[in-house]
């Protein structure tokens, strides 16, 4: 069974960590109603997709 010779330090281990982070959510506006919505998704506010009703919204 391979077992690793020494220990990893903690900046080995974190520098190999550093990519690991959130990215802030990437939102477009729709071009029915104008609001802020993720691209290639229903807009929650008209139900609009493509230029076409996908979904009756209150």
Not at 22 to 32: G, I, V
Not at 39 to 53: F, I
């Amino acid at each position: 069974m391979a077992v690793p010779a020494r220990k990893t330090s903690k900046t080995r281990k974190r520098l190999r960590r550093t990519h690991y982070k959130l990215q802030a959510a990437s939102l477009s506006a729709c071009p029915n109603c104008g609001e802020l919505r993720r691209p290639h998704r229903v807009c929650p506010s008209c139900g609009y997709y493509d230029g076409k009703e996908v979904v009756k919204v209150k």
